[in-house]
């Protein structure tokens, strides 16, 4: 019963990811990986669960997304941190266009990818919290709910990114401003919108929530082992 379930589910997942494919005819595949690892991450046992991601989720996007969309990304986020092997091959358009260098070409024009980008990311994490961090931030990125600033040009940039903040308007930052700095400023304009931005520290990802999710959101993103910070 469990094998005709997983060969079910599958050929769902498959016949989603099929309904729009990319042009691959200008991109070649070559991996700098020589042995994928076998294992993968212990997720539930580490206590990143289906119910954990959901619950980010519905903090970030529940305005901007439907029921059934936000349902799609915890699917995307779980299938990817519990095994990224089956991610890749599932959701191969997503794996690819999630990565920061796709679209990236060399001197002769080509582009050249990772064909197992999610699997690699895992290879080479020494332990599963890396892993977590990075897949779960692409994810999230891709669907406009975290971004990144590591200055404060990076950080303005940001907020026309992430959807919660994409139509406002804030102060530009100052010549001296570097990242926290231009932070604490927009967090200024944010709460006067009942809303607050928090940067995981040392990573310097980027989410806004209403000011009354902030500690809800800080302790989930502690399963993590991110640590959220208001500057």
Not at 25 to 48: A, H, W
Not at 74 to 82: Q, S
Not at 160 to 167: A, C, G, V
Not at 178 to 196: H, P, Q
């Amino acid at each position: 019963m469990k094998r005709k379930l997983l060969f079910f589910t599958l050929f769902v997942l498959m016949s989603i990811s099929a309904i729009s494919q990319m042009d691959y005819s200008e991109i070649k595949f070559k991996s700098n990986v020589y042995q994928y690892k076998d294992v993968m991450p212990r997720t539930e046992e580490l206590g990143i669960s289906k119910y954990l991601l959901a619950e980010i989720v519905e903090t970030l996007g529940n305005s901007f997304y439907t029921k059934a969309e936000k349902e799609e990304i915890i699917e995307k986020a779980y299938l990817a941190l519990t095994n990224p092997k089956l991610f890749d091959y599932v959701y191969k358009d997503f794996a690819v266009t999630s990565n920061n260098n796709w679209g990236s070409r060399n001197s002769q024009g080509e582009i050249i990818l990772e064909p197992n980008p999610y699997l690699t990311d895992w290879t080479i994490s020494d332990n599963e919290y890396p892993y977590f961090q990075l897949a779960f931030n692409k994810i999230l990125d891709h669907f406009r709910l975290m971004s990144y600033g590591d200055d404060a040009e990076s950080v303005a940039s940001s907020f026309n990114e992430l959807l919660i903040t994409k139509d406002f308007k804030f102060s530009e930052p100052k010549e001296d401003d570097w990242a926290y700095s231009y932070l604490e400023t927009i967090n200024g304009e944010l709460a006067e919108k009942g809303l607050v931005a928090l940067v995981t520290k040392g990573y310097y990802q980027i989410v806004v929530c209403k000011i009354e999710n902030k500690e809800k959101l800080t302790d989930l993103f502690e399963k993590f082992k991110w640590e959220l910070v208001q500057p």
